[in-house]
């Protein structure tokens, strides 16, 4: 069973950067699938970005490609997700969430191919 517990989240100005952290326990995620996932007030839970277990693949939605970057440290069973460059419209619970995977190149984008999904942490992109 892994926990992953979500953090970074705060208000900020747009424009500005913030550096959410998501630390998994419970287990390794050295063979786990990793992704992001945001939701909006009244919107559904939408894809952000995905890696996967072995680092080398990454994959991000349209509205963040190019301001947003995934990475892992699989030794400190954490993935990170770097904003930069942050829009009012990124305003979002943003959620972490795991996938236990049999390929180092292997990636999930949809929300339904994820087994562990963390609390949340809420960003807040002011104008």
């Known amino acids: 069973q892994v926990q992953l517990v979500e953090s970074g989240g705060r208000l900020v100005q747009a424009g500005g950067s913030l550096r959410l952290s998501c630390a998994a326990a419970g287990g390794t995620i050295s063979s786990v699938a990793m992704g992001w996932f945001r939701q909006a007030p009244g919107k559904e839970r939408e894809f952000v970005a995905a890696i996967s277990w072995g680092g080398v693949i990454t994959r991000y939605a349209d509205s963040v490609q190019g301001r947003f970057s995934i990475s892992r440290d699989n030794a400190k069973n954490t993935v990170y997700l770097q904003m930069n460059s942050l829009k009012p419209e990124d305003t979002a619970v943003y959620y972490c969430?795991?996938?236990?995977?049999?390929?180092?190149?292997?990636?999930?984008?949809?929300?339904?191919?994820?087994?562990?999904w963390g609390q949340g942490t809420q960003v807040t992109v002011s104008s």
């Open positions: 969430a795991a996938s236990w995977s049999t390929s180092w190149s292997t990636i999930y984008l949809k929300s339904d191919e994820y087994n562990y």
